[in-house]
């Protein structure tokens, strides 16, 4: 079976189930709904996975995350040098898109933690609350307003600007 | 024949069989009124009366959609058939660990076998294809200096005079007739 999601990142609440203190006779329709899912979906969707994964047992493949060297960045390229140019805009394509992944987690942390709490979310919720402003708000000064054509250069400009209106 | 009733049907399909028998004699038997006229039945119960009903065609509609879903579903069901098989007996690849000193193949960092496979068969590996942009890049830019630079010598050239280009032709110094201006006086 697929590996389960990271239980720190999504932490449960407590389990409040009360023991079972039945004083009538009548059938619990709860119990009778659970045992009815249980046998019409879990079952045999969990025999049919257990049946594939039978068949695909041994001739899993593998696949890899690809892990990419550090080149110089826009900051560190001699002027004119353009092949320089084109490896410091691919990899701050890349990490553009991997800042983008990080702001999507942080977000489906606090949307988890939202649903976990109900209505008692802002006080529960502060730390997830805390960093997801902080992540947004950072995300937000760097790669903010750049538009659809936003490359390297003008991530760096805008960068010297807020340089600039922070020093004045 | 449409619109009949049960008993008109019945009538009919006895006479087919033995014609004599449904009452005819040989003189009228191959007229077509063969099932008698006087018995209609309206009053037969179950669907209610059978209409006619006149509405504008709908031949051609039924007819691209009948074409409509045979063409769909020529090649959805084998494309179908083979997705479903290669994801229950060839699975999807699972996550590892870079193993030391292994370069993986550039199919290998993807992880459903179909994607894997179009990987390895059409597609050039993505180093490949940086290393090729790189390459342009690097074309483009010398290409770029060689102009700039070839723009500065002329401007050099035609400044100084003493490099290979401008040069004006001039004729043989020996063409020159120079009894005309070898006195003073002429």
Redesign the interface.
């Known amino acids: 079976m697929p590996q389960d999601y990271e239980k720190d990142a999504y932490p449960e609440p407590p389990r409040q189930t009360p023991v079972v203190d039945k004083q009538t006779t009548l059938p619990n329709p709860a119990l009778i709904l659970t045992k009815l899912f249980y046998y019409s979906v879990d079952v045999p969707v969990t025999t049919f996975r257990g049946i594939v994964d039978s068949i695909q047992q041994d001739r899993k493949p593998v696949y890899y995350h690809q892990k990419f060297r550090r080149v110089p960045e826009l900051t560190e390229c001699q002027e004119g040098d353009y092949p320089c140019y084109y490896e410091a805009e691919m990899q701050w394509r890349r990490d553009h898109k991997v800042d983008q992944e990080i702001v999507k987690v942080v977000q489906e942390r606090l949307r988890a933690c939202q649903q976990r709490e109900g209505s008692s979310y802002p006080e529960n919720c502060a730390k997830a609350l805390q960093l997801f402003t902080e992540v947004a708000t950072n995300y937000q000064s760097r790669y903010g307003d750049l538009g659809a054509y936003g490359s390297a250069r003008k991530c760096l400009m805008k960068q010297k600007t807020r340089m600039e209106t922070q020093k004045a | 024949m449409v619109g009949m009733s049960v008993l008109r049907s019945a009538a009919a399909f006895a006479a087919r069989l033995s014609p004599l028998k449904s009452g005819k004699s040989a003189a009228n038997i191959l007229t077509r009124t063969i099932p008698s006229i006087d018995k209609v039945a309206i009053r037969w119960g179950g669907h209610g009366k059978q209409l006619f009903v006149i509405k504008p065609t709908d031949f051609y509609d039924r007819r691209f959609l009948r074409l409509l879903q045979y063409y769909v579903l020529l090649t959805g069901i084998p494309m179908a058939v083979l997705v479903t098989c290669v994801n229950?007996?060839?699975?999807e690849?699972?996550?590892?660990?870079?193993p030391e000193d292994y370069e993986?193949e550039h199919w290998?960092?993807?992880?459903h076998?179909i994607t894997?496979w179009i990987s390895r068969t059409f597609y050039d590996s993505p180093v490949k294809d940086?290393e090729k942009?790189?390459a342009l890049?690097?074309i483009?830019?010398e290409k770029g200096?060689m102009r700039l630079k070839q723009l500065e010598v002329r401007k050099h050239m035609r400044e100084k005079g003493d490099g290979p280009w401008f040069q004006v032709e001039t004729i043989d110094k020996n063409l020159i007739d120079l009894s005309l201006k070898s006195t003073p006086d002429n």
């Open positions: 229950i007996f060839v699975g690849a699972e996550l590892a660990e870079i993986p290998e960092y993807y992880k076998p894997r940086y942009m790189l890049v690097q483009e830019m200096e």
